[in-house]
Nanobody
Framework: QVQLVESGGGSVQAGDSLRLSCAASGRTFSEHAMGWFRQAPGKEREFVASISRTGLSTYYANSAKDRFTISRDNAKNTVYLQMSSLKPEDTAVYYC??????????????????WGQGTQVTVSS
């Protein structure tokens, strides 16, 4: 069982930066691939970024490439999402997710078995 708690969301201006954190409980954090997803009002949950268990492999949505960076600290049981050059279209609830072991498709929400409660990010123009 893994419990995830996101933090770091808030209201910012376009062009600003934010760093989201996701703290995981349990001693098996390093055995889980981690992902960030987001969901805007009236839209489906969409993939943002994912990182492998060791942190050696990362994956990004096209909308996140060159602006967002996912990282993890297995000693702290924490995964991060550094977001820069934020745009109004980045406004959404951001969710942290965990998937045990190696997942074949990190882009699909159904491959993740554990989810946090989400943190709101609002970007105004």
């Amino acid at each position: 069982q893994v419990q995830l708690v996101e933090s770091g969301g808030g209201s910012v201006q376009a062009g600003d930066s934010l760093r989201l954190s996701c703290a995981a409980s349990g001693r098996t954090f390093s055995e889980h691939a981690m992902g960030w997803f987001r969901q805007a009002p009236g839209k489906e949950r969409e993939f943002v970024a994912s990182i492998s268990r060791t942190g050696l492999s990362t994956y990004y949505a096209n909308s996140a490439k060159d602006r967002f960076t996912i990282s993890r600290d297995n000693a702290k049981n924490t995964v991060y999402l550094q977001m820069s050059s934020l745009k109004p279209e980045d406004t959404a609830v951001y969710y942290c997710a965990a998937a045990y072991g190696i997942i074949s498709d990190p882009y699909r929400p159904y491959n993740y078995g554990y989810w946090g409660q989400g943190t709101q990010v609002t970007v105004s123009s």
